[in-house]
């Protein structure tokens, strides 16, 4: 089993984040890695094959797990080396990798465990450090007389051409570098070999045919007509199999093929033609103007907004937000794995920070506070005071002194879990305004909007 732990919300997770966008600045250029399948055929196209060669893939098994964390690292120097980067720089670097990739805990049933060997399946950092290692794998088996004449890899995954008489000795080379790291290997079967979501096979000419390749558990199921989302989410599949027909070389016959199958995948789904129709010119013209011009738009820096999907509560925002500048992302708000599946151990409420309330006993009133530390270290705060008379701590004390009421320590409970510092206030000051007993705070909420009497619906 290979161990996948999320690093949501972990210590390191900010620093992953942070080094990745640094050393975007500073991008792979040695290696023979590919980004997509599209870029895999440009770099295959015009490749002849020769007498004796066969089409094959090889596989690393379980790569991340597997990756020495301290020759991850090395390939990591040597890359910040090899682009010139100030020695200091180089140092911050690799003490910032170091600490996230040997800071791998995570917590099951109670108990908390630590990923002694590999790059952790869930930091952000991993794939950048297994590409580096991998790519330095392949400089240094380059040197071999039976490395492959054609080396293509996607991730973990790669495409070669080798010497049907040098295939065993190639795989006993690739499995003897490192003690972790182990190749399998598929040859070509009838002359064709499924690869990444290609089928690559041999032509008459000795040059290689590409076609789109589906797994035969493939039901062409995807988001129906008449589920409710937003309509470039029902869109993205089609789009993606659009993108793919115009962008790889096929022969007519197979073009015809894949572009009657995105039809009757969409009436299988629920759409009408002219649905698919549109999606499909938008990409032909697209095509048409990418050939015709190396001319490209620049790019600019787009402000994105979340939003959860209701259409006809977010409609009208998305217009107004468009108006400002903002682009939409729409997010569902009830998913099968929200409803199902918990794959963390659940944080009792008492020990997350966030938004919460103290109730009286004696009366209908409420204290709501914030608190960016633990619930119950801030409850016992309050309790502290309460015993021991301290109105100017708490105003919960206040309530009880004042009046001689008892405070119901029973049911005061975490309104609202607010993981992000700066949205505390906020929250807090929703609930105070749109609280529905009366307040023993002493003072009005931080926050002042009409907004936040715009509904009576319980707040999420």
């Known amino acids: ?56 893939s090889f596989d690393v098994t379980a790569l991340f797990p597997n990756v020495p964390v301290n020759d991850a690292l090395n390939s990591l120097q040597r890359h910040l080396e090899r682009c010139r980067v100030p020695q200091n720089q180089i140092e911050a670097y690799l003490l910032v990798a170091e600490v996230c990739m040997n800071q791998n805990y995570f917590s099951f049933r109670g108990k908390f465990y630590k990923q002694t060997f590999g790059l952790s399946m869930g930091s952000k950092l991993s794939p950048l450090l297994a590409n580096l290692f991998l790519s330095d794998f392949e400089d240094g088996l380059e040197k071999e007389r039976c490395f492959p004449r054609v080396w293509r890899r996607y991730v973990d995954d790669v495409f070669a051409v080798v010497k049907e008489r040098y295939l065993s000795q190639t795989l006993e080379l690739l499995n003897s570098r490192h003690r972790t790291i182990k190749f399998t290997v598929e040859q070509e079967a009838e002359g064709k070999l499924p690869f990444l979501d290609l089928m690559i096979s041999r032509r008459e000419d000795n040059k290689l045919k590409f076609g789109i390749y589906r797994k035969p558990t493939s039901t062409d199921r995807y988001i129906t007509s008449d589920s409710n989302h937003f309509g470039a989410q029902q869109k993205a599949a089609f789009h993606s199999m659009a993108h793919r027909l115009y962008n790889i070389p096929m022969e007519r016959d197979d073009f015809v093929e894949e572009r009657n199958r995105i039809h009757k995948a969409a009436e299988l789904n629920g759409y009408e033609r002219e649905f698919v129709d549109k999606i499909l010119r938008k990409h032909e013209r697209k095509k048409h103007r990418s050939n015709a011009t190396t001319l490209r738009p620049e ?59 103290i109730p009286c006993q004696n009366c209908p009133a409420v204290y709501i506070g914030q608190t960016r530390r633990k619930f119950k270290t801030r409850l016992r705060k309050h309790k502290n005071a309460v015993e021991h008379g301290r109105t100017c701590d708490s105003s919960v004390a ?20 607010v993981r992000k510092v700066t949205q505390l206030i906020a929250w807090e000051s929703m609930y105070i305004a749109t609280a529905d007993r009366p307040l023993m705070n002493e003072d009005d909420a931080p926050i002042t909007s009409s907004l936040f009497h715009l509904t009576k619906l319980r707040i999420q």
């Open 299 to 357: 790019k600019t820096d787009v402000k994105r907004i979340s939003l959860p999907f209701y259409p006809k509560l977010t409609n009208p925002i998305q217009r107004a937000l468009n108006h400002h500048g903002f682009q939409v992302v729409y997010k569902s708000s009830n998913t099968l794995k929200d409803a199902l599946c918990n794959l963390k151990d659940r944080v009792p409420a008492d020990e997350k920070s966030g938004v919460y309330q």
């Open 398 to 417: 206040m309530h009880a002194t004042t009046l001689g009421h008892t405070v119901d320590w029973e049911q005061a409970k975490l309104l609202k879990n």
């Open 1 to 56: 089993m290979r161990p996948i732990s999320s690093n949501v919300s972990t210590p390191t997770e900010k620093m992953a984040a942070w080094l990745v966008h640094e050393l975007r600045k500073y991008p792979v250029t040695h290696g023979r890695s590919v980004r997509n399948s599209v870029e895999l055929v440009e770099h295959l196209k015009d490749i002849e094959l020769r007498r004796g060669e066969v089409l094959v």
